[in-house]
Protein backbone atom coordinates (compact mmCIF):
# COMPACT_ATOMS: atom_id res chain seq x y z
CA UNK A 1 0.00 0.00 0.00
CA UNK A 2 3.49 1.97 0.08
CA UNK A 3 2.37 2.49 -4.10
CA UNK A 4 -0.16 5.35 -3.60
CA UNK A 5 -0.03 8.09 -6.18
CA UNK A 6 -2.02 11.04 -6.83
CA UNK A 7 -3.76 9.73 -9.71
CA UNK A 8 -4.53 6.25 -8.21
CA UNK A 9 -4.74 6.53 -4.90
CA UNK A 10 -6.86 3.24 -4.99
CA UNK A 11 -3.71 0.76 -6.52
CA UNK A 12 -4.36 -2.49 -7.84
CA UNK A 13 -3.19 -3.85 -4.78
CA UNK A 14 -5.23 -1.87 -2.34
CA UNK A 15 -8.17 -2.68 -4.35
CA UNK A 16 -7.91 -6.58 -3.78
CA UNK A 17 -7.37 -5.70 0.15
CA UNK A 18 -10.43 -3.89 -0.20
CA UNK A 19 -12.16 -6.74 -1.87
CA UNK A 20 -10.75 -9.13 0.79
CA UNK A 21 -12.15 -6.73 3.57
CA UNK A 22 -15.89 -6.36 2.32
CA UNK A 23 -15.98 -10.03 1.77
CA UNK A 24 -16.75 -9.58 -1.99
CA UNK A 25 -15.68 -11.55 -4.77
CA UNK A 26 -15.18 -9.69 -8.46
CA UNK A 27 -15.23 -10.91 -12.10
CA UNK A 28 -12.40 -9.01 -14.02
CA UNK A 29 -15.07 -6.56 -15.75
CA UNK A 30 -16.85 -5.48 -12.14
CA UNK A 31 -13.24 -4.98 -10.81
CA UNK A 32 -11.87 -3.12 -13.66
CA UNK A 33 -15.11 -1.05 -13.30
CA UNK A 34 -15.28 -0.40 -9.73
CA UNK A 35 -11.54 0.11 -9.51
CA UNK A 36 -11.70 3.64 -12.29
CA UNK A 37 -14.89 4.75 -10.13
CA UNK A 38 -13.48 4.72 -6.68
CA UNK A 39 -10.42 6.57 -7.87
CA UNK A 40 -13.00 8.62 -9.94
CA UNK A 41 -14.93 9.81 -6.80
CA UNK A 42 -11.25 9.94 -4.89
CA UNK A 43 -10.63 12.81 -6.86
CA UNK A 44 -13.74 14.66 -6.05
CA UNK A 45 -12.79 13.50 -2.22
CA UNK A 46 -9.98 14.97 -2.60
CA UNK A 47 -11.22 18.61 -3.23
CA UNK A 48 -12.11 18.38 0.73
CA UNK A 49 -8.45 18.61 1.53
CA UNK A 50 -8.01 22.12 0.12
CA UNK A 51 -10.71 23.49 2.32
CA UNK A 52 -9.35 25.78 5.12
CA UNK A 53 -10.94 24.16 8.54
CA UNK A 54 -10.06 25.98 11.56
CA UNK A 55 -8.81 23.47 14.73
CA UNK A 56 -12.22 24.22 16.49
CA UNK A 57 -14.49 23.02 13.47
CA UNK A 58 -16.55 20.42 15.40
CA UNK A 59 -17.43 17.69 13.30
CA UNK A 60 -21.74 16.94 12.73
CA UNK A 61 -22.56 13.76 12.95
CA UNK A 62 -25.85 14.36 12.02
CA UNK A 63 -27.38 17.75 11.16
CA UNK A 64 -30.09 18.50 13.45
CA UNK A 65 -28.91 19.25 17.12
CA UNK A 66 -31.12 16.84 19.22
CA UNK A 67 -31.46 19.34 22.20
CA UNK A 68 -32.79 18.09 25.62
CA UNK A 69 -36.67 19.06 24.74
CA UNK A 70 -36.57 17.14 21.83
CA UNK A 71 -34.34 13.93 22.53
CA UNK A 72 -36.47 11.01 23.03
CA UNK A 73 -36.49 9.62 26.46
CA UNK A 74 -34.01 6.26 26.39
CA UNK A 75 -36.53 3.11 26.31
CA UNK A 76 -36.13 1.11 29.82
CA UNK A 77 -33.24 -1.74 28.91
CA UNK A 78 -36.64 -4.89 28.59
CA UNK A 79 -36.38 -7.90 26.90
CA UNK A 80 -39.10 -8.14 24.48
CA UNK A 81 -40.62 -11.85 22.86
CA UNK A 82 -40.55 -11.59 19.35
CA UNK A 83 -44.26 -13.10 18.71
CA UNK A 84 -43.09 -14.79 15.46
CA UNK A 85 -40.03 -16.69 15.97
CA UNK A 86 -40.10 -19.41 14.09
CA UNK A 87 -41.27 -17.21 10.79
CA UNK A 88 -37.92 -15.44 11.76
CA UNK A 89 -36.41 -18.60 11.18
CA UNK A 90 -38.07 -19.99 8.12
CA UNK A 91 -36.62 -16.91 6.69
CA UNK A 92 -32.79 -18.47 6.98
CA UNK A 93 -31.65 -20.08 3.38
CA UNK A 94 -31.16 -23.30 5.96
CA UNK A 95 -32.78 -24.03 9.18
CA UNK A 96 -33.29 -27.44 11.15
CA UNK A 97 -35.12 -27.37 14.74
CA UNK A 98 -34.76 -24.16 14.98
CA UNK A 99 -31.21 -23.46 14.58
CA UNK A 100 -29.72 -21.52 11.22
CA UNK A 101 -27.45 -23.89 8.89
CA UNK A 102 -24.14 -22.80 7.84
CA UNK A 103 -21.06 -24.75 6.51
CA UNK A 104 -18.00 -25.00 8.23
CA UNK A 105 -16.09 -22.13 10.41
CA UNK A 106 -13.15 -22.36 9.77
CA UNK A 107 -10.65 -22.31 12.78
CA UNK A 108 -6.53 -22.48 13.63
CA UNK A 109 -5.20 -23.95 16.64
CA UNK A 110 -4.17 -21.25 19.34
CA UNK A 111 -0.30 -21.82 20.10
CA UNK B 1 -62.54 13.56 -14.78
CA UNK B 2 -61.46 9.86 -13.45
CA UNK B 3 -61.14 8.71 -9.66
CA UNK B 4 -57.65 8.43 -10.02
CA UNK B 5 -57.25 11.70 -11.23
CA UNK B 6 -58.73 12.98 -8.14
CA UNK B 7 -56.66 14.72 -5.49
CA UNK B 8 -56.16 12.65 -2.26
CA UNK B 9 -57.79 15.78 -0.53
CA UNK B 10 -60.85 15.27 -2.74
CA UNK B 11 -61.28 11.35 -2.52
CA UNK B 12 -60.79 11.27 1.14
CA UNK B 13 -64.05 14.07 0.99
CA UNK B 14 -65.90 12.31 -1.26
CA UNK B 15 -64.98 8.81 0.44
CA UNK B 16 -66.17 10.52 3.88
CA UNK B 17 -69.17 11.72 2.66
CA UNK B 18 -69.92 8.58 0.86
CA UNK B 19 -69.91 9.58 -2.63
CA UNK B 20 -67.17 7.45 -3.65
CA UNK B 21 -66.65 3.99 -1.98
CA UNK B 22 -63.05 3.39 -0.73
CA UNK B 23 -63.85 0.20 -2.93
CA UNK B 24 -64.73 2.02 -6.64
CA UNK B 25 -61.84 4.42 -5.59
CA UNK B 26 -59.65 1.57 -5.37
CA UNK B 27 -61.17 -0.32 -8.56
CA UNK B 28 -60.22 3.06 -10.44
CA UNK B 29 -56.68 3.45 -9.57
CA UNK B 30 -56.08 -0.37 -10.06
CA UNK B 31 -57.66 -0.37 -14.15
CA UNK B 32 -55.31 2.87 -14.29
CA UNK B 33 -52.41 0.98 -13.22
CA UNK B 34 -53.18 -2.20 -15.55
CA UNK B 35 -53.63 0.12 -18.56
CA UNK B 36 -50.15 1.73 -18.06
CA UNK B 37 -47.96 0.34 -16.12
CA UNK B 38 -47.06 -2.65 -18.14
CA UNK B 39 -45.07 -5.86 -16.39
CA UNK B 40 -43.73 -5.02 -13.07
CA UNK B 41 -39.93 -4.75 -12.52
CA UNK B 42 -38.47 -8.50 -11.85
CA UNK B 43 -35.43 -10.25 -11.27
CA UNK B 44 -36.02 -12.81 -14.01
CA UNK B 45 -37.87 -10.74 -16.54
CA UNK B 46 -38.80 -12.92 -19.65
CA UNK B 47 -36.89 -10.14 -21.32
CA UNK B 48 -37.91 -7.41 -23.10
CA UNK B 49 -41.53 -7.39 -24.23
CA UNK B 50 -42.53 -4.98 -27.51
CA UNK B 51 -44.56 -2.53 -25.16
CA UNK B 52 -42.07 -2.17 -22.73
CA UNK B 53 -41.18 1.03 -23.90
CA UNK B 54 -44.56 2.31 -23.73
CA UNK B 55 -45.37 1.51 -20.20
CA UNK B 56 -43.80 2.88 -17.07
CA UNK B 57 -43.27 0.05 -15.18
CA UNK B 58 -43.35 1.53 -11.35
CA UNK B 59 -44.37 -1.31 -9.34
CA UNK B 60 -42.55 -4.12 -8.24
CA UNK B 61 -44.79 -6.04 -6.87
CA UNK B 62 -48.71 -4.91 -6.65
CA UNK B 63 -50.86 -6.20 -3.72
CA UNK B 64 -54.60 -5.54 -4.86
CA UNK B 65 -56.24 -8.41 -2.40
CA UNK B 66 -54.43 -6.48 0.32
CA UNK B 67 -55.61 -3.44 -0.88
CA UNK B 68 -58.99 -4.92 -1.77
CA UNK B 69 -59.97 -5.78 1.91
CA UNK B 70 -58.03 -2.41 3.38
CA UNK B 71 -60.46 -0.66 0.99
CA UNK B 72 -63.70 -2.70 2.24
CA UNK B 73 -62.89 -1.95 5.92
CA UNK B 74 -63.10 1.70 5.11
CA UNK B 75 -66.41 1.44 3.86
CA UNK B 76 -67.55 -0.65 6.33
CA UNK B 77 -66.53 1.47 9.27
CA UNK B 78 -68.27 4.40 7.32
CA UNK B 79 -71.14 2.25 6.93
CA UNK B 80 -71.06 1.85 11.05
CA UNK B 81 -70.78 5.46 11.28
CA UNK B 82 -67.05 5.25 12.29
CA UNK B 83 -64.28 7.81 11.20
CA UNK B 84 -61.94 6.35 9.22
CA UNK B 85 -59.28 8.76 8.96
CA UNK B 86 -58.27 11.78 7.21
CA UNK B 87 -56.56 9.31 4.75
CA UNK B 88 -60.20 7.79 4.26
CA UNK B 89 -59.70 5.20 0.94
CA UNK B 90 -57.03 6.74 -0.51
CA UNK B 91 -54.68 4.75 -2.62
CA UNK B 92 -51.32 5.23 -1.95
CA UNK B 93 -48.11 3.24 -2.86
CA UNK B 94 -44.76 2.41 -0.80
CA UNK B 95 -40.83 2.95 -2.29
CA UNK B 96 -39.82 -0.76 -1.88
CA UNK B 97 -37.58 0.38 0.69
CA UNK B 98 -39.94 0.16 3.78
CA UNK B 99 -40.97 -3.35 5.80
CA UNK B 100 -44.51 -4.52 5.40
CA UNK B 101 -45.27 -7.53 7.54
CA UNK B 102 -46.00 -10.63 5.28
CA UNK B 103 -45.02 -8.81 2.17
CA UNK B 104 -41.88 -8.99 -0.12
CA UNK B 105 -39.56 -6.16 0.90
CA UNK B 106 -36.76 -6.22 -1.54
CA UNK B 107 -34.66 -2.65 -1.42
CA UNK B 108 -34.31 -3.39 -5.26
CA UNK B 109 -31.93 -5.65 -4.81
CA UNK B 110 -31.30 -9.50 -5.50
CA UNK B 111 -29.79 -10.17 -1.97
CA UNK B 112 -32.96 -9.21 -0.70
CA UNK B 113 -35.64 -10.59 -3.14
CA UNK B 114 -36.97 -13.20 -1.22
CA UNK B 115 -37.19 -11.18 2.13
CA UNK B 116 -40.81 -11.44 3.71
CA UNK B 117 -40.98 -8.78 6.18
CA UNK B 118 -41.84 -9.74 9.42
CA UNK B 119 -43.37 -6.29 11.26
CA UNK B 120 -44.05 -2.95 9.23
CA UNK B 121 -42.13 -0.07 8.87
CA UNK B 122 -43.96 3.18 11.71
CA UNK B 123 -44.21 5.57 8.80
CA UNK B 124 -46.40 3.12 6.44
CA UNK B 125 -48.44 1.48 9.48
CA UNK B 126 -49.12 5.40 10.07
CA UNK B 127 -50.67 5.96 6.77
CA UNK B 128 -52.61 3.26 7.19
CA UNK B 129 -54.25 4.22 10.47
CA UNK B 130 -55.16 6.93 8.90
CA UNK B 131 -57.24 5.51 6.16
CA UNK B 132 -54.92 4.80 3.64
CA UNK B 133 -55.18 1.74 0.86
CA UNK B 134 -51.68 0.47 0.48
CA UNK B 135 -51.50 -0.88 -3.20
CA UNK B 136 -47.98 -2.28 -3.35
CA UNK B 137 -44.49 -1.71 -3.54
CA UNK B 138 -42.72 0.29 -6.06
CA UNK B 139 -39.38 0.31 -8.12
CA UNK B 140 -35.92 1.93 -6.40
CA UNK B 141 -32.25 1.97 -7.46
CA UNK B 142 -31.10 -0.76 -5.13
CA UNK B 143 -30.40 0.24 -2.02
CA UNK B 144 -31.90 3.83 -3.31
CA UNK B 145 -28.09 3.80 -4.53
CA UNK B 146 -28.64 6.21 -7.80
CA UNK B 147 -30.92 9.10 -9.33
CA UNK B 148 -32.02 7.22 -11.99
CA UNK B 149 -33.51 3.83 -10.99
CA UNK B 150 -31.53 2.00 -13.53
CA UNK B 151 -29.36 0.05 -10.53
CA UNK B 152 -32.30 -1.65 -9.36
CA UNK B 153 -32.17 -5.07 -10.20
CA UNK B 154 -35.83 -5.24 -10.83
CA UNK B 155 -36.10 -5.08 -14.63
CA UNK B 156 -37.53 -2.99 -16.29
CA UNK B 157 -37.21 -0.46 -13.98
CA UNK B 158 -39.81 3.00 -14.16
CA UNK B 159 -39.85 5.46 -17.18
CA UNK B 160 -40.29 8.63 -16.59
CA UNK B 161 -44.59 9.38 -17.25
CA UNK B 162 -43.98 12.62 -19.23
CA UNK B 163 -41.49 11.04 -21.49
CA UNK B 164 -41.02 7.38 -21.55
CA UNK B 165 -37.51 7.39 -23.04
CA UNK B 166 -36.46 9.71 -19.87
CA UNK B 167 -35.58 8.46 -16.00
CA UNK B 168 -37.67 9.22 -13.75
CA UNK B 169 -35.28 10.39 -11.37
CA UNK B 170 -34.01 8.63 -7.99
CA UNK B 171 -33.93 6.85 -5.79
CA UNK B 172 -37.62 7.28 -5.14
CA UNK B 173 -38.64 7.24 -9.04
CA UNK B 174 -40.89 4.35 -8.49
CA UNK B 175 -43.02 6.99 -6.42
CA UNK B 176 -42.71 9.82 -8.58
CA UNK B 177 -43.76 8.15 -11.14
CA UNK B 178 -46.56 6.35 -10.41
CA UNK B 179 -48.20 9.58 -8.93
CA UNK B 180 -47.31 11.65 -11.93
CA UNK B 181 -49.22 8.75 -13.92
CA UNK B 182 -52.37 8.13 -12.09
CA UNK B 183 -51.49 5.11 -10.35
CA UNK B 184 -52.15 5.78 -6.65
CA UNK B 185 -52.20 9.61 -5.20
CA UNK B 186 -49.68 9.53 -2.57
CA UNK B 187 -46.44 7.67 -2.20
CA UNK B 188 -44.10 7.49 0.75
CA UNK B 189 -40.47 7.47 -0.54
CA UNK B 190 -37.23 8.42 0.83
CA UNK B 191 -34.24 10.89 0.42
CA UNK B 192 -31.04 10.82 1.45
CA UNK B 193 -29.68 12.97 -0.98
CA UNK B 194 -32.31 14.10 -2.75
CA UNK B 195 -33.96 11.06 -3.79
CA UNK B 196 -37.99 12.23 -2.92
CA UNK B 197 -37.07 16.00 -4.69
CA UNK B 198 -34.84 15.00 -7.26
CA UNK B 199 -37.40 12.50 -8.91
CA UNK B 200 -40.34 14.98 -7.79
CA UNK B 201 -39.16 17.35 -9.92
CA UNK B 202 -38.06 14.96 -12.51
CA UNK B 203 -41.83 13.61 -12.52
CA UNK B 204 -43.44 17.06 -12.06
CA UNK B 205 -44.64 16.28 -8.75
CA UNK B 206 -44.40 18.08 -4.90
CA UNK B 207 -42.16 15.85 -2.96
CA UNK B 208 -41.00 16.58 0.55
CA UNK B 209 -37.66 15.85 2.62
CA UNK B 210 -38.85 16.51 6.24
CA UNK B 211 -36.29 17.41 8.56
CA UNK B 212 -33.98 14.66 9.52
CA UNK B 213 -35.96 12.93 12.88
CA UNK B 214 -39.26 14.25 11.87
CA UNK B 215 -40.62 11.28 10.50
CA UNK B 216 -39.75 7.59 12.03
CA UNK B 217 -37.10 5.45 10.24
CA UNK B 218 -38.44 2.49 11.57
CA UNK B 219 -38.53 -0.35 9.33
CA UNK B 220 -36.72 1.49 7.18
CA UNK B 221 -33.99 -0.78 5.35
CA UNK B 222 -30.98 1.59 6.55
CA UNK B 223 -28.39 3.57 3.74
CA UNK B 224 -27.55 6.53 5.23
CA UNK B 225 -28.30 6.76 8.65
CA UNK B 226 -27.16 10.21 9.61
CA UNK B 227 -29.34 11.22 6.62
CA UNK B 228 -32.35 9.34 5.74
CA UNK B 229 -35.69 10.53 6.05
CA UNK B 230 -38.52 9.20 4.86
CA UNK B 231 -41.35 12.02 3.04
CA UNK B 232 -44.24 12.43 1.24
CA UNK B 233 -44.80 12.59 -2.99
CA UNK B 234 -48.05 13.88 -3.52
CA UNK B 235 -49.68 15.14 -6.56
CA UNK B 236 -50.14 18.67 -5.08
CA UNK B 237 -49.01 20.44 -2.03
CA UNK B 238 -52.34 19.81 0.29
CA UNK B 239 -51.58 16.05 -0.38
CA UNK B 240 -48.34 16.48 1.00
CA UNK B 241 -49.68 18.10 4.11
CA UNK B 242 -51.67 16.08 5.07
CA UNK B 243 -49.69 12.97 4.81
CA UNK B 244 -47.29 14.37 6.52
CA UNK B 245 -50.05 15.17 9.04
CA UNK B 246 -50.23 11.15 9.10
CA UNK B 247 -46.56 10.16 8.89
CA UNK B 248 -44.70 12.58 11.20
CA UNK B 249 -44.23 12.35 14.78
CA UNK B 250 -41.96 10.56 17.85
CA UNK B 251 -42.15 6.77 17.98
CA UNK B 252 -40.71 4.77 20.73
CA UNK B 253 -38.76 2.17 18.26
CA UNK B 254 -36.78 5.23 16.66
CA UNK B 255 -34.48 6.69 18.98
CA UNK B 256 -33.36 9.61 16.37
CA UNK B 257 -37.16 10.60 16.18
CA UNK B 258 -37.67 13.86 17.18
CA UNK B 259 -39.61 13.77 20.64
CA UNK B 260 -42.12 17.13 19.19
CA UNK B 261 -45.56 17.66 18.79
CA UNK B 262 -46.85 17.35 15.32
CA UNK B 263 -48.17 20.31 13.87
CA UNK B 264 -51.97 20.23 11.56
CA UNK B 265 -49.23 21.05 8.20
CA UNK B 266 -52.74 22.00 6.44
CA UNK B 267 -53.93 24.51 8.87
CA UNK B 268 -51.64 27.33 7.58
CA UNK B 269 -51.80 26.44 3.93
CA UNK B 270 -54.09 29.37 3.08
CA UNK B 271 -52.48 31.70 5.28
CA UNK B 272 -50.25 35.17 3.90
CA UNK B 273 -47.00 34.72 3.00
CA UNK B 274 -46.80 38.77 2.97
CA UNK B 275 -43.98 39.40 4.74
CA UNK B 276 -41.85 36.59 4.02
CA UNK B 277 -38.32 36.63 3.85
CA UNK B 278 -37.40 34.19 0.94
CA UNK B 279 -33.63 33.75 -0.46
CA UNK B 280 -32.14 33.40 -3.72
CA UNK B 281 -28.60 32.18 -3.98
CA UNK B 282 -25.80 33.03 -6.76
CA UNK B 283 -24.33 29.54 -5.37
CA UNK B 284 -27.75 27.35 -6.35
CA UNK B 285 -27.17 28.65 -9.92
CA UNK B 286 -24.19 27.11 -11.25
CA UNK B 287 -23.00 23.91 -10.59
CA UNK B 288 -19.67 23.03 -9.47
CA UNK B 289 -18.14 19.84 -10.50
CA UNK B 290 -15.23 18.09 -11.03
CA UNK B 291 -13.47 16.36 -13.94
CA UNK B 292 -12.38 13.33 -13.39
CA UNK B 293 -10.51 13.28 -16.66
CA UNK B 294 -8.61 16.70 -16.06
CA UNK B 295 -9.01 15.89 -12.15
CA UNK B 296 -10.10 19.99 -12.43
CA UNK B 297 -12.90 22.01 -10.55
CA UNK B 298 -15.38 22.88 -13.25
CA UNK B 299 -18.32 25.60 -13.47
CA UNK B 300 -21.37 25.65 -15.48
CA UNK B 301 -24.42 27.79 -15.17
CA UNK B 302 -27.28 25.66 -14.90
CA UNK B 303 -29.83 25.73 -18.24
CA UNK B 304 -31.59 28.96 -18.59
CA UNK B 305 -34.89 27.62 -18.82
CA UNK B 306 -34.49 26.26 -15.07
CA UNK B 307 -32.78 29.28 -13.74
CA UNK B 308 -35.80 31.69 -15.32
CA UNK B 309 -38.09 28.79 -13.12
CA UNK B 310 -36.77 29.72 -9.93
CA UNK B 311 -36.66 32.99 -11.07
CA UNK B 312 -40.40 33.10 -12.46
CA UNK B 313 -41.51 31.58 -9.21
CA UNK B 314 -39.54 34.27 -7.12
CA UNK B 315 -41.79 36.84 -9.04
CA UNK B 316 -44.86 35.06 -7.94
CA UNK B 317 -44.22 34.68 -4.06
CA UNK B 318 -42.92 38.28 -4.71
CA UNK B 319 -46.66 39.13 -6.10
CA UNK B 320 -48.12 37.12 -3.19
CA UNK B 321 -46.19 39.34 -0.33
CA UNK B 322 -42.99 38.00 -0.16
CA UNK B 323 -39.71 39.83 -0.12
CA UNK B 324 -37.47 38.57 -2.13
CA UNK B 325 -34.01 38.89 -1.19
CA UNK B 326 -30.95 38.66 -3.51
CA UNK B 327 -27.32 37.56 -3.22
CA UNK B 328 -27.45 35.01 -0.48
CA UNK B 329 -23.95 33.30 -0.14
CA UNK B 330 -23.78 29.65 0.45
CA UNK B 331 -20.19 29.30 0.26
CA UNK B 332 -20.25 25.52 1.12
CA UNK B 333 -22.70 24.06 -1.51
CA UNK B 334 -20.33 22.90 -3.80
CA UNK B 335 -18.78 20.53 -1.12
CA UNK B 336 -22.16 18.51 -0.93
CA UNK B 337 -21.12 15.99 -2.97
CA UNK B 338 -17.73 15.17 -1.87
CA UNK B 339 -18.52 15.41 1.39
CA UNK B 340 -21.69 12.76 0.92
CA UNK B 341 -19.07 10.47 -1.70
CA UNK B 342 -17.29 9.87 1.67
CA UNK B 343 -20.24 10.09 4.69
CA UNK B 344 -22.32 8.07 3.09
CA UNK B 345 -20.74 5.47 1.92
CA UNK B 346 -19.25 4.80 5.41
CA UNK B 347 -22.90 4.43 6.19
CA UNK B 348 -23.69 2.30 3.31
CA UNK B 349 -20.78 -0.12 3.65
CA UNK B 350 -21.85 0.02 7.87
CA UNK B 351 -25.77 -0.67 6.85
CA UNK B 352 -24.66 -3.59 4.42
CA UNK B 353 -22.39 -5.75 6.41
CA UNK B 354 -25.50 -7.67 7.87
CA UNK B 355 -26.06 -9.57 4.68
CA UNK B 356 -24.27 -12.47 4.44
CA UNK B 357 -26.42 -15.42 3.29
CA UNK B 358 -26.46 -16.52 6.80
CA UNK B 359 -29.79 -15.39 8.80
CA UNK B 360 -32.24 -14.39 5.70
CA UNK B 361 -32.24 -13.02 2.26
CA UNK B 362 -30.11 -14.65 -0.66
CA UNK B 363 -27.54 -17.22 -0.49
CA UNK B 364 -25.34 -19.10 -2.93
CA UNK B 365 -26.58 -21.97 -4.75
CA UNK B 366 -23.33 -23.31 -5.08
CA UNK B 367 -21.81 -25.59 -2.76
CA UNK B 368 -19.26 -23.92 -0.09
CA UNK B 369 -17.28 -25.88 2.45
CA UNK B 370 -16.16 -22.78 4.46
CA UNK B 371 -18.36 -19.65 6.14
CA UNK B 372 -16.01 -16.77 4.53
CA UNK B 373 -16.57 -18.36 1.40
CA UNK B 374 -20.41 -18.63 1.66
CA UNK B 375 -20.29 -14.87 2.48
CA UNK B 376 -17.76 -14.01 -0.72
CA UNK B 377 -20.14 -15.92 -2.92
CA UNK B 378 -23.57 -14.80 -1.73
CA UNK B 379 -22.21 -11.21 -1.25
CA UNK B 380 -20.73 -11.60 -5.11
CA UNK B 381 -24.05 -13.20 -6.15
CA UNK B 382 -26.60 -10.73 -4.44
CA UNK B 383 -25.15 -7.39 -4.70
CA UNK B 384 -25.85 -5.14 -7.96
CA UNK B 385 -22.65 -3.33 -9.35
CA UNK B 386 -23.36 -0.17 -7.66
CA UNK B 387 -23.75 -1.85 -4.15
CA UNK B 388 -20.31 -3.08 -4.56
CA UNK B 389 -18.60 0.66 -4.98
CA UNK B 390 -20.61 1.94 -2.19
CA UNK B 391 -19.37 -0.62 0.08
CA UNK B 392 -15.44 -0.32 -1.39
CA UNK B 393 -15.34 3.17 -0.87
CA UNK B 394 -16.52 3.20 2.63
CA UNK B 395 -14.59 0.58 3.59
CA UNK B 396 -11.42 2.69 2.75
CA UNK B 397 -12.24 6.31 3.75
CA UNK B 398 -13.16 4.71 7.08
CA UNK B 399 -10.11 2.36 7.18
CA UNK B 400 -7.90 3.59 10.53
CA UNK B 401 -5.10 4.73 8.73
CA UNK B 402 -7.39 7.04 6.20
CA UNK B 403 -10.42 8.18 8.51
CA UNK B 404 -8.64 11.17 9.88
CA UNK B 405 -7.96 12.44 6.28
CA UNK B 406 -11.07 11.71 4.69
CA UNK B 407 -14.27 10.88 6.92
CA UNK B 408 -13.53 12.86 10.06
CA UNK B 409 -12.56 15.55 7.75
CA UNK B 410 -15.91 15.32 5.44
CA UNK B 411 -17.85 15.31 9.06
CA UNK B 412 -16.04 18.75 10.17
CA UNK B 413 -16.59 20.06 6.32
CA UNK B 414 -20.17 18.67 7.21
CA UNK B 415 -20.54 21.20 9.56
CA UNK B 416 -19.93 23.99 7.36
CA UNK B 417 -22.87 23.33 4.95
CA UNK B 418 -24.98 23.65 8.26
CA UNK B 419 -23.28 26.57 9.37
CA UNK B 420 -24.11 28.37 5.83
CA UNK B 421 -27.77 27.11 6.21
CA UNK B 422 -27.52 28.67 10.14
CA UNK B 423 -26.20 31.93 9.20
CA UNK B 424 -29.23 32.68 6.13
CA UNK B 425 -31.97 31.40 8.82
CA UNK B 426 -31.13 32.95 11.79
CA UNK B 427 -33.24 35.64 13.05
CA UNK B 428 -30.19 37.43 14.52
CA UNK B 429 -28.71 37.35 10.92
CA UNK B 430 -28.22 39.53 8.36
CA UNK B 431 -30.36 37.86 5.66
CA UNK B 432 -33.05 36.57 8.50
CA UNK B 433 -34.68 34.44 6.07
CA UNK B 434 -37.66 31.76 6.19
CA UNK B 435 -36.74 29.59 3.21
CA UNK B 436 -33.94 29.59 0.59
CA UNK B 437 -35.98 29.30 -2.94
CA UNK B 438 -33.54 26.96 -5.23
CA UNK B 439 -33.67 24.66 -8.51
CA UNK B 440 -34.18 21.34 -7.41
CA UNK B 441 -32.35 19.53 -9.72
CA UNK B 442 -29.59 21.32 -12.61
CA UNK B 443 -31.01 19.33 -15.44
CA UNK B 444 -34.50 18.14 -16.29
CA UNK B 445 -34.79 14.23 -16.84
CA UNK B 446 -32.01 12.97 -19.06
CA UNK B 447 -32.73 9.75 -21.40
CA UNK B 448 -32.62 6.50 -19.98
CA UNK B 449 -28.89 5.30 -20.54
CA UNK B 450 -27.02 8.37 -20.45
CA UNK B 451 -25.85 8.76 -17.19
CA UNK B 452 -25.69 5.27 -16.02
CA UNK B 453 -22.34 3.39 -15.24
CA UNK B 454 -20.68 6.96 -14.14
CA UNK B 455 -20.92 7.29 -10.65
CA UNK B 456 -19.29 10.62 -10.55
CA UNK B 457 -21.54 12.35 -12.84
CA UNK B 458 -25.04 10.50 -11.50
CA UNK B 459 -24.18 11.90 -8.24
CA UNK B 460 -23.92 15.34 -8.90
CA UNK B 461 -27.59 14.89 -10.05
CA UNK B 462 -27.89 15.75 -5.88
CA UNK B 463 -25.88 18.96 -5.79
CA UNK B 464 -28.71 21.09 -4.82
CA UNK B 465 -30.50 18.91 -3.10
CA UNK B 466 -27.45 16.89 -0.81
CA UNK B 467 -26.70 20.20 1.21
CA UNK B 468 -30.16 19.37 3.16
CA UNK B 469 -29.68 15.97 4.48
CA UNK B 470 -26.26 16.82 5.59
CA UNK B 471 -27.37 19.71 7.41
CA UNK B 472 -30.99 18.06 8.43
CA UNK B 473 -33.23 20.83 7.22
CA UNK B 474 -36.50 20.36 5.58
CA UNK B 475 -36.76 20.87 1.55
CA UNK B 476 -40.02 20.71 -0.49
CA UNK B 477 -39.62 20.29 -4.29
CA UNK B 478 -42.12 21.65 -6.19
CA UNK B 479 -43.29 21.45 -9.67
CA UNK B 480 -42.97 24.88 -12.07
CA UNK B 481 -44.16 23.86 -15.47
CA UNK B 482 -41.74 22.57 -18.48
CA UNK B 483 -38.42 22.63 -20.70
CA UNK B 484 -38.70 23.26 -24.20
CA UNK B 485 -38.66 18.92 -24.54
CA UNK B 486 -41.63 18.84 -22.68
CA UNK B 487 -39.91 17.94 -19.03
CA UNK B 488 -41.15 19.15 -15.79
CA UNK B 489 -39.12 21.47 -14.03
CA UNK B 490 -38.77 21.60 -10.46
CA UNK B 491 -38.03 24.09 -7.58
CA UNK B 492 -37.22 23.92 -4.39
CA UNK B 493 -37.48 25.47 -1.13
CA UNK B 494 -35.14 25.13 2.00
CA UNK B 495 -36.17 25.77 5.42
CA UNK B 496 -34.82 25.86 8.95
CA UNK B 497 -35.12 22.60 11.11
CA UNK B 498 -38.85 22.12 11.42
CA UNK B 499 -40.16 24.40 9.42
CA UNK B 500 -42.30 21.51 7.41
CA UNK B 501 -45.42 24.40 7.75
CA UNK B 502 -44.06 27.27 6.61
CA UNK B 503 -42.46 25.71 3.15
CA UNK B 504 -45.70 24.46 2.89
CA UNK B 505 -47.45 27.39 3.06
CA UNK B 506 -44.90 29.10 0.98
CA UNK B 507 -45.24 26.22 -1.92
CA UNK B 508 -49.35 26.66 -1.52
CA UNK B 509 -48.94 30.31 -1.96
CA UNK B 510 -46.80 29.45 -5.21
CA UNK B 511 -49.71 27.03 -6.68
CA UNK B 512 -52.44 29.68 -5.90
CA UNK B 513 -50.43 32.10 -7.53
CA UNK B 514 -49.91 29.81 -10.62
CA UNK B 515 -53.00 28.82 -10.56
CA UNK B 516 -54.45 30.12 -14.01
CA UNK B 517 -50.86 28.87 -15.60
CA UNK B 518 -51.17 26.61 -18.72
CA UNK B 519 -49.17 24.55 -17.62
CA UNK B 520 -50.96 23.22 -14.43
CA UNK B 521 -52.95 21.83 -16.82
CA UNK B 522 -51.27 19.32 -18.85
CA UNK B 523 -50.98 16.11 -17.92
CA UNK B 524 -48.53 13.15 -18.97
CA UNK B 525 -50.03 11.72 -22.46
CA UNK B 526 -49.21 8.04 -23.31
CA UNK B 527 -50.92 4.96 -24.82
CA UNK B 528 -53.17 3.25 -22.43
CA UNK B 529 -54.10 0.03 -24.70
Redesign the interface.
Known sequence: MSDQNI?QP?TSD??KH??A??????SEE?AE??RR?????M???E???A?P?SEE????????P?SP???????PDEWIACP?PE??IA????AKDGY?I?????HTELE | MQIYELSADMLARLIRTKEISAVEALDSVLERIAAVDGQPGSLNSDGEKPDDAEKVHAFINLTPERARAQAQEIDRRLADGEDPGPLAGVPFTVKDIFCVKGTPSTAGSRILANFIAPYTATPVSRMEAAGGVMLGKVNLDEFTYGSSNESSAFQPSPRNPWNLSRVPGGSSGGSTAAVAAGEGMLSLGTDTAGSVRQPAAFCGVVGMKPTYGRVSRYGLIAFGSSLDCPGPVAGNVTDAALMMNAIAGADKRDGTAANMAVPDYTKDLKKSIRGLRIGLSPDYFRITYFDPISGEFGQESIPEEIESAVLSAAGYLAQMGADIVDGVPMPHTKYGVPVYFVVSRVEAASNLHRYDGVKYGYRTPDRVDYLPELYRKSRAEGFGVQSKLRILMGMYVSAAQYSEQYYNRALRVRTLIRKDFEQIFSPEGEHRLDALLTPTTPTTAFPIGEVYGDSVLMQYADQFTVPANHAGIPGLSLPAGFDGDGLPIGVQLLGPDFSEARLLQIGRAYEMATEGEDWRRQRPEFKTE
Not at chain 1, 37 to 41: K, M, T, V, Y
Not at chain 1, 57 to 64: A, N, Q, R
Open positions: DILFLVLAALELEYLELNNQKAIELEILTPITSHGVYQITPEARNEIQAPDVVPDIP
